[in-house]
């Protein structure tokens, strides 16, 4: 099993920038989770899809943030446009059921 | 509303010796309970959970936690740390949905040689 898959792993982009961070989840999970991480917040719940659908998207911060899950097997989260304070290091996590979180590497992604 | 807390922001411990990374946490009912380590630049790895039963659980890597609900405590213990434990630790609290958990700030581990 090859994990759950980000990318990019670094993004670099200019403020007012579309970013779009994707993820491919381990087949066969039911759950789906995008976390943010930042020094000053620590880990956050930012939107979670269970079976495809999204099921609580109140850790969005604004609505320059949106994600999608077209399928079981791939998720998109999109920032539009980006922010300095966007800067952070984003995770994508999956699950099946109660099993805990198999989380990806992350994208490192720095808003300038 | 559930809270995890880890009074330790950095912990420095000499390899060989034991280690105790502590957790509270605040919940109404009976928490699932869950440490994760994460290596630099690497997502988080599940290190042990706890959801009933025995309170005494053990994981990979030779960690093991207790699940004191008096103290509402579940503290990550190591008898002998090694160098390549060093990494950040957290201890997380949820719900049946381990998604929804919430995470600690966690916990900085620096091995000396």
């Known amino acids: 099993d090859a994990g759950v898959i980000q990318s990019p792993r670094h993004e670099v982009t200019e403020m007012g920038q579309e970013v779009t961070l994707r993820c491919k989840p381990i087949s066969g999970h039911d759950y789906l989770f995008w976390y943010r991480q930042t020094m000053m917040r620590g880990l956050e719940l930012l939107i979670y899809f269970n079976n495809n659908v999204p099921i609580d998207d109140s850790g969005m911060p604004e609505d320059r943030f949106s994600a999608k899950m077209p399928n079981a097997s791939f998720s998109t989260l999109k920032i539009q446009p980006s922010e300095p304070r966007d800067s952070a290091v984003y995770f994508c996590?999956?699950?099946?059921?109660?099993?805990?979180?198999?989380f990806g590497n992350g994208t490192r992604l720095t808003v300038t | 509303a559930q809270s995890v807390t880890q009074p330790d922001i950095h912990i420095t411990v000499s390899e060989g010796a034991s280690l105790e990374l502590r957790c509270n946490y605040s919940?109404?009912?009976?928490?699932?309970l869950f440490w994760y380590v994460q290596s630099p630049g690497q997502g988080l790895q599940l290190l042990l959970k706890?959801?009933?039963?025995?309170?005494l659980v053990q994981g990979i890597k030779g960690f093991e936690a207790e699940f004191k609900r008096s103290q509402s405590s579940f503290n990550l213990r190591k008898p002998s740390v090694h160098w390549s434990d060093a990494a950040e630790y957290f201890c997380a609290v949820g719900a049946t949905n381990a998604g929804k958990s919430t995470f600690g700030d966690g916990t900085t581990l620096t091995v000396k040689p």
């Open positions: 706890y959801f009933s039963g025995d309170t």
């Open positions: 996590a999956s699950s099946f059921r109660n099993s805990p979180l198999h």
């Open positions: 919940y109404g009912a009976t928490p699932y």
